[in-house]
């Protein structure tokens, strides 16, 4: 299968670097030599990405000045997942097909990337998990949380499969809220042995696809998220069980 080219997969990493910066309409980005060593990519190819994405009307080369963003392109695939947005934030028992949606794709990306993943690719998955320890020692729940679904997609991307790919990104808004809402209930920052299994299960997945393991890859990731699982199903139960005993407490009868 043709993998993605190179200009293709550098605009979209800087896409991804505008939106988690938050970079705003007018804001300039900085020079190409930052950009291309954050990255991890030559100049020429950076420049390639900014002419696709100039072509989109996200970005606007000024001579002499840099290059500015000029407002947000709207993919076919956020719009397709849009009507799901309201869903989780009303019910957030949404969060378990998400995951099970999850489940599907990655057991798969896994088992690709392990296969076909590039120097390139092996070293931005790298600097995705780094990103994801950093932010987990510092206890920044909403950097970390994003970090670990770059970390995903980062994997996701080394498949180089562009139809699974693309329906990865779609997810990608509705993992980030999945993610930081999955951190949250297990208490990870608060369990030092929940943190220290899904950094290690984070960790071995990396080195699978790293070491070109299909096999490995798939397990690991199947058995990360079902430890997802199963945590958060412990976490819904223990609050159910909180939410009956509130209950009890408030109708209970008091005798002198």
């Known amino acids: 299968m043709p993998a993605m080219r190179l200009s293709d997969r550098v605009a979209q990493q800087l896409l991804e670097l505008i939106q988690t910066s938050q970079l705003q309409s007018g804001e300039k980005l900085?020079?190409?030599?930052?950009l291309a060593?954050?990255?991890?990519?030559?100049?020429?190819?950076?420049?390639?990405?900014?002419q696709k994405l100039s072509s989109r009307g996200v970005l606007e080369s000024r001579v002499g000045a840099g290059t500015f963003v000029l407002?947000?392109?709207?993919?076919?695939?956020?719009?397709?997942?849009?009507?799901?947005?309201?869903?989780?934030?009303?019910?957030?028992?949404?969060?378990?097909?998400?995951?099970?949606?999850?489940?599907?794709?990655?057991?798969?990306?896994?088992?690709?990337?392990?296969?076909?993943?590039?120097?390139?690719?092996?070293?931005?998955?790298?600097?995705?998990?780094?990103?994801?320890?950093?932010?987990?020692?510092?206890?920044?729940?909403?950097?970390s949380a994003r970090a670990d679904a770059q970390f995903?997609?980062?994997?996701?991307?080394?498949?180089?499969?562009?139809v699974v790919v693309q329906?990865?990104?779609?997810?990608?808004?509705?993992?980030l809220g999945t993610v930081a809402q999955n951190r949250r209930l297990?208490?990870?920052?608060?369990?030092?042995?929940?943190?220290?299994?899904?950094t290690r299960q984070h960790h071995d997945l990396m080195q699978a696809v790293i070491a070109g393991e299909p096999e490995q890859a798939k397990s690991v990731i199947g058995a990360h998220l079902a430890y997802v699982h199963?945590?958060?199903?412990?976490?819904?139960?223990?609050?159910?069980?909180?939410?009956?005993l509130g209950r009890f407490s408030s109708s209970a009868v008091t005798f002198s």
């Open 230 to 244: 199963e945590k958060l199903s412990e976490a819904d139960a223990d609050a159910a069980r909180l939410k009956r």
């Open 71 to 143: 407002g947000r392109a709207t993919q076919w695939h956020e719009q397709a997942i849009s009507p799901l947005a309201p869903l989780l934030r009303d019910d957030p028992q949404y969060r378990y097909d998400v995951l099970e949606a999850r489940q599907i794709l990655e057991v798969g990306t896994a088992w690709h990337a392990a296969l076909r993943a590039t120097d390139q690719d092996k070293d931005h998955i790298r600097r995705c998990f780094d990103e994801m320890l950093r932010h987990q020692q510092s206890q920044d729940a909403e950097n």
């Open 30 to 34: 900085p020079t190409e030599r930052t």
């Open 167 to 175: 329906v990865m990104r779609s997810l990608f808004e509705l993992m």
């Open 186 to 198: 297990m208490f990870v920052h608060d369990d030092p042995k929940a943190l220290e299994r899904l």
């Open 37 to 50: 060593e954050q990255l991890g990519v030559s100049r020429t190819a950076l420049r390639e990405a900014i």
């Open 152 to 162: 995903h997609l980062a994997i996701a991307e080394a498949s180089h499969n562009v």
